[in-house]
């Protein structure tokens, strides 16, 4: 079965710096991929994903990710953190029966 | 649009009390999850369905049940509320296909005191 791992549950960064978000997944077949943002006492909000074509997805609010094959990898990155993007952020991969398999999440803090 | 809907948004009741807590979507999804999260931490799948009168199981054990009378509804019901199923229920719903994204609700956080 397919699963995904993101290292590092918590991320602290200042307000203007890179973010990076690291999600690894395992899957004997080509991934499908998404990232998900979900602010207090909300729901999750699709950020972008990956299904085929070009491996750089680029999403809302800034936040793009790179598919890496070969490094089974599908981080997430945003140039300038602001304040906004304090966060939790759940990466997820399809699996079989098209049930989405989450990580465990990675709470971003901004510092100003 | 997409709109999936969970109501109530905050709820706090009595041990022993039955609830239920409702989701509705209105994209005409078949299938569509419940998830149960406690605070800052990972998602935990409680119950799924493929279409009306499907239901099955999550991954974790929950004393919840589910019903899909309706393509659009996907109640969940505790017959008898206690303390250690206080935490937030999200519920979502998916279009066919695997390269298609899940839709949350905004949750229901759940207090039993």
């Known amino acids: 079965a397919q699963s995904v791992t993101q290292l590092g549950s918590h991320v602290s960064v200042s307000e203007g710096a890179l973010v990076l978000l690291r999600c690894n997944y395992s899957?004997?077949?080509?991934?499908?991929l998404f990232w998900y943002v979900q602010y207090p006492n909300q729901g999750l909000q699709l950020l972008l994903k990956?299904?085929?074509?070009?491996?750089l997805v680029k999403g809302i609010n800034g936040f793009e990710a790179e598919f890496k094959k070969s490094e089974t990898s599908f981080h997430l990155t945003k140039p300038s953190a602001h304040m906004s993007d304090a966060a939790e952020y759940f990466c997820a991969v399809n699996n079989a029966g098209n049930m989405l398999t989450f990580g465990g999440g990675t709470r971003l803090m901004v510092k100003p | 649009e997409a709109d999936i809907y969970q109501t109530p948004r905050y709820l706090v009741i009595g041990t022993g009390k039955k609830i239920t807590l409702e989701c509705s979507q209105t994209m005409g999804h078949d299938k569509m999850y419940w998830y149960q999260q406690d605070p800052g931490m990972e998602l935990h799948l409680i119950h799924y369905?493929?279409?009306?009168?499907?239901?099955e199981k999550g991954d974790l054990s929950s004393e919840s049940t589910v019903s899909r009378i309706r393509t659009e509804h996907f109640p969940l019901t505790l017959e008898s509320a206690r303390p250690s199923h206080t935490s937030q229920y999200l519920c979502a719903s998916r279009g066919q296909g695997p390269n298609t994204e899940a839709f949350f609700g905004q949750g229901t956080r759940l207090t039993v005191v």
């Open positions: 899957s004997s077949v080509p991934p499908y």
């Open positions: 990956y299904t085929t074509g070009a491996t």
């Open positions: 369905s493929y279409g009306v009168n499907s239901t």
